[in-house]
């Protein structure tokens, strides 16, 4: 089976720096992916890290540790308009993809 | 490009009674998914398929039926509808990142 943790919400300030936490534990694993999910919207793309390290595009960047089962994602410049939910979902070996419940962030003036 | 289409957006349904929600996709992608969203929570795997005739059961397959008869189609069945089933539904396909529909609002009163 698998176990997936994130906080459940977080409250950061436009300009600044948020890193959202994953830890997660796999009967098989496939890389790890993050979603992004405004209110009543469809969950949409944003990064995916399969090998250890830092993975940058633009102001978001992802961070995985296969050893600890552990990821994070960085935003960087906050803005209003990254008021969203954020998901963690490592992929499995036999293609199923399982989400984490997603933390809700809310970025304020 | 239409990507990811479901049917119906919305829908009411009685309880006890049936219904089958349609997805498609033009992307010639392998991997299917059903998932269903409760109000303020994460997304939870109903089914997925790896790729036509194939299907396998995810965290909440309970009270739901799929098939996978081609690689564009993977509907999603209902049978004996129970409030419990009360949530909106997202249909993803992928090769590497998944791509949503834009769900189904499904309500059983």
């Known amino acids: 089976g698998q176990n997936i943790d994130q906080p459940t919400e977080m409250t950061a300030t436009e300009g600044a720096i948020v890193q959202i936490n994953c830890t997660y534990q796999?009967?098989?694993?496939?890389?790890l992916f993050w979603y992004q999910q405004h209110a009543g919207e469809a969950p949409t793309f944003l990064s995916y890290?399969?090998?250890?390290g830092l993975e940058e595009k633009g102001r978001f960047s992802s961070f995985l540790s296969r050893s600890k089962g552990y990821s994070y994602l960085l935003l960087k410049e906050l803005q209003m308009k990254d008021s969203a939910s954020y998901l963690c979902?490592?992929?499995?070996?036999?293609?199923?993809?399982?989400f984490g419940k997603g933390t809700k962030l809310s970025v304020k003036p | 490009n239409a990507g990811v289409t479901q049917t119906p957006k919305f829908r009411i349904l009685k309880i006890g009674q049936s219904m089958t929600l349609q997805c498609t996709q033009d992307?010639?992608?392998?991997?299917m998914y059903w998932y269903r969203q409760d109000p303020g929570m994460g997304l939870k795997l109903i089914y997925y398929?790896?790729?036509?005739?194939?299907?396998d059961k995810g965290e909440v397959p309970n009270g739901y039926n799929v098939s996978r008869s081609t690689t564009e189609d993977f509907p999603l069945r209902l049978e004996l509808a129970a409030p419990s089933q009360t949530s909106v539904y997202f249909c993803?396909?992928?090769?590497?990142?998944?791509?949503f529909g834009q769900g189904t609002r499904l309500t059983v009163v």
């Open positions: 398929s790896v790729g036509a005739g194939i299907t």
């Open positions: 979902a490592p992929g499995g070996s036999q293609g199923n993809l399982i």
């Open positions: 993803a396909s992928s090769d590497f990142e998944a791509f």
């Open positions: 796999t009967s098989g694993f496939n890389g």
């Open positions: 992307m010639n992608h392998n991997y």
């Open positions: 890290n399969v090998l250890d």
